[in-house]
T-cell receptor
């Protein structure tokens, strides 16, 4: 596709439910990132995939958060037993091969946990 | 504290004026980037300046980098109402993931 896409664009869930957020990166981009942005705040790094290497999970806030990237393309971020503090916009970005680290962002998924 | 901190947190100017935003960071970097975000959704890459560069231009944007002071500035000249957005600087101390500041909210009044 022309850019990074994410689905759903909005998700409202009840506390304690599991949610899955999807990211389709730009075709051919080997790196994929997940960030979280709370209202009025900057971006908080969550996890980073690069090719077939083990992902950098150092930003995941708890073991309720996990992510997969299947076939080096689509990624799914899963949040188990959601809490109200998980409410945020979840942004995905991808990066192509090259010397510089310009990332291309999707439109995000706005998650609201009631 | 956070790598990449912008100031001011909020800036309000009139159309046609110049807007200057600053960013400070703490560790060594390979490059520094500026991104724009409209309405709390996806970010758009504006400009990248490498650690061995001091100044870079792109259209109405001018970015400076002072590695001795670990700071950068973004200047938007002849601002327009459409420039209203949040602006973030981002650094890549590890060469892979980016670390973002909390952003400057720019409002350009028509």
């Amino acid at each position: 596709g022309a850019g990074v896409s994410q689905s759903p664009s909005n998700k409202v869930t009840e506390k304690g439910k599991d949610v899955e957020l999807r990211c389709d990166p730009i075709s051919g981009h080997t790196a994929l990132y997940w960030y979280r942005q709370s209202l009025g705040q900057g971006l908080e790094f969550l996890i980073y995939f690069q090719g077939n290497s083990a992902p950098d999970k150092s930003g995941l806030p708890s073991d309720r958060f996990s992510a997969e990237r299947t076939g080096g393309s689509v990624s799914t971020l899963t949040i188990q037993r959601t809490q109200q503090e998980d409410s945020a916009v979840y942004l995905c970005a991808s990066k192509g091969p090259g010397r510089h680290n310009e990332q291309f962002f999707g439109p995000g998924t706005r998650l609201t946990v009631l | 504290s956070q790598q990449g901190e912008e100031d001011p947190q909020a800036l309000s100017i009139q159309e046609g004026e110049n807007a200057t935003m600053n960013c400070s960071y703490k560790t060594s970097i390979n490059n520094l980037q500026w991104y724009r975000q409209n309405s709390g959704r996806g970010l758009v890459h504006l400009i990248l300046i490498r650690s061995n560069e001091r100044e870079k231009h792109s259209g109405r944007l001018r970015v400076t980098l002072d590695t001795s002071k670990k700071s950068s500035s973004l200047l938007i000249t002849a601002s327009r109402a459409a420039d209203t957005a949040s602006y973030f600087c981002a650094t890549d101390p590890s060469g892979s993931r980016l670390t973002f500041g909390e952003g400057t909210q720019l409002t350009v009044n028509p």
